[in-house]
């Protein structure tokens, strides 16, 4: 019994619903047998459908059967069981969809554990065996599963191919290699492999390499990181330093102003009540006075009157007190004045020493990157745009600002501007209030005879001819007419060509050196491009060239 049970299949006696071997085994009416308990789960889904069947054979079955042990085999599987026969293979053993079957197995096939490239067949592990234990079959291929093994057979030949066409760079069998690929460079299939196997292993250690600074690049990556935050965070804590000792400074400044005034108050008031003090003493002595020379002057008695005039009459000399003037002040209103001027430097410093921090931090670029490409669609330009607003401090005295000083008109005679260094003396100019860095965009609508959309850093000077736009090197000048455009930089003139346009689009790409001037209609149109180092924050400029004309800083939507 113990040899027939070593030769017996085990899926011979497995249940084929649970794969295992047999428990209380019993015998349908078609012969197969089954689980008692697996056959029992099984019809008693199907007791709705009020017929049952065969989970093999699909036979079915009315009334439900009866079920009864099937003594015998279940001897058999008890016995089998003590000479050491294992269960049918787990449902994992089996071959799915997906996987490599074994081209020996009947019925429901094994998974393949190998493939042979000499038989062309795949095998499980039992079918397998052959192959380990056979001299001649000891010396075949074998390789992981591959479905592919039908790819290795001549379509026209129907036998391996085991050559290869250089040639063609095609794999052919040896009868290919006589007859259609005759004269062709042919090799072995093995010959062709080392070769290209040594060209696999070049490029793997190309592609290794290749990894390995990688690696070293993320490496360096990481710890750049580590140190731009590093780097952020003290810089955060010592610019907060800073900032909470300029507070304090101004802070104390402020409590001493606070102190000056308050002691200056009491001075004054202390003198101006001294001197009403004395005041009132004068007036009350003059009173007295006043009143001996009044009783003096009612005595009737003549003699008795001259007599006594000579004593009383120096009481009529007025005590040598100067009037009080009263200069027309305006007590403590000049300080306020005085500290409201120490407040406008202190913002323009701060707008100006603040752009030039921003500058700084957007320059913090620790990667080589490409620059953005230009825009080209209306969206795209928007995208850049900023709100600019004329500053009235650089502005020159016959030019009005009107529109949230947004727009300018050249007027012919001087608006009432205070004196201020940063204004310009010569020409009808005024720069913008905001510093442009990064990607910008802006419109400009003209009106009138001609007008200039400039850009210049701030240092441009304000007098003289070097103040024009476009006649230093400080300054980038488009100078519209009517009927055509001219530009300028430092004092070198650029004819532009083209019908001449009421708005014009400027694009600045600060880091990238970038300046472009579009003329705009329905579309956009280049009319000039700058491409420079740009060393300072730049500032928006207008120049409007005769009386009634206008510029104007568009709001885009």
């Known amino acids: 019994m113990a040899q027939k049970g070593d030769q017996l299949d085990p899926e011979t006696i497995s249940c084929s619903i ?86 020996v197995c009947s019925g429901r096939k094994l998974k393949a554990i190998k493939s042979c490239l000499v038989c062309l067949a795949s095998y499980c592990e039992k079918h397998l065996q ?13 390789v992981e599963p591959s479905k592919n093994l039908q790819e290795n057979i001549c379509s026209r030949h129907d036998e391996v191919m085991k050559m290869f066409c250089r040639t063609d760079q095609k794999c052919i069998c040896y009868l290919c ?21 040594r ?67 009491e001075t004054e008031v202390r003198r101006v009540l001294e001197l009403q003090e004395k005041l009132e003493q004068e007036i009350t002595e003059l009173k007295r006075k006043d009143a001996e020379l009044k009783q003096l ?44 001027e120490l407040r406008d430097k202190l913002q323009d410093t701060l707008r100006d020493t603040w752009t030039n921090v921003s500058l700084t931090v957007s320059g913090v670029d620790v990667l080589l990157s490409e620059p953005e490409p230009e825009p080209e669609s209306r969206a795209g ?40 260094p940063d204004r310009f003396i010569d020409y009808v100019q005024v720069l913008s209030r905001e510093s442009l860095t990064g990607r910008c965009y802006w419109e400009v609508e003209w009106r009138g005879g001609a007008a200039s959309v400039a850009v210049s850093y701030k240092n441009i000077s304000r007098t003289g001819r070097q103040s024009f736009f476009g ?18 930089h430092n004092n070198i003139e650029t004819s532009i060509s083209g019908p001449g346009s009421s708005r014009i689009g400027v694009y600045l790409d600060h880091r990238a050196g970038l300046l472009s001037f579009y003329r705009v209609s329905e579309t956009r149109t280049l009319l000039h491009r700058v491409q420079t180092t740009f060393t300072q924050p730049l500032l928006a400029g207008l120049f409007v060239h005769w009386t009634g004309s206008s510029a104007e800083f568009c709001q885009l939507k």
């Not at 079920?67 to 787990?90: D, F, H, R, Y």
């Not at 290699?177 to 196997?197: F, I, L, N, P, Y």
């Not at 900023?386 to 020159?396: G, S, V």
């Open 18 to 103: 649970c794969l295992d071997l047999l428990k209380d085994p019993v015998t349908l009416p078609c012969g197969h047998s089954y689980c008692m308990s697996c056959i029992k789960s099984h019809w008693d889904g199907e007791d709705q459908k009020g017929v049952h069947s065969c989970p093999q054979c699909r036979r079915t079955f009315t009334p439900r059967p009866v079920l009864e042990k099937n003594i015998m085999l279940s001897v058999l599987v008890e016995q089998l069981k003590k000479t050491g026969l294992q269960a049918a293979p787990a449902d994992h053993c089996y071959a799915g969809p997906e996987d490599v079957s074994c081209d």
């Open 130 to 142: 052959p192959h380990y234990e056979s001299a001649p079959l000891q010396k075949h291929k074998l």
């Open 177 to 197: 290699s006589v007859d259609e690929h005759g004269g062709h460079d042919t090799v072995s299939a093995a010959a062709e492999r080392t070769e290209r196997q």
């Open 199 to 265: 060209e696999l292993e070049v490029r793997r250690e190309t592609i290794q390499q290749e990894i390995q600074d990688r690696e070293k690049d993320v490496e360096l990556l990481q710890q750049e990181v580590e140190a731009i935050n590093h780097s952020a965070d003290q810089t955060v804590e010592d610019s907060e330093e800073i900032f909470t000792q300029l507070i304090r400074l101004i802070q104390k400044r402020s409590s001493d102003v606070k102190q000056q005034i308050r002691s200056q108050q």
């Open 297 to 340: 002057s009612h005595t009737e008695d003549h003699n008795q009157f001259l007599h006594n005039y000579q004593s009383v009459s120096a009481l009529g000399e007025s005590p040598h007190s100067s009037r009080v003037n009263i200069r027309p002040l305006r007590y403590f209103e000049d300080v306020t004045a005085a500290v409201e």
């Open 381 to 420: 330009f928007f995208r850049c745009s900023c709100d600019i607003t004329l500053d009235p401090n650089t502005a020159h005295k016959n030019l009005l600002l009107s529109e949230e000083n947004r727009k300018v008109e050249l007027m012919n005679h001087p608006q009432f501007y205070s004196d201020h």
């Open 471 to 488: 006649l230093n090197d400080k300054s980038w000048s488009l100078r519209c007419f009517t009927d055509r455009f001219v530009f300028w």
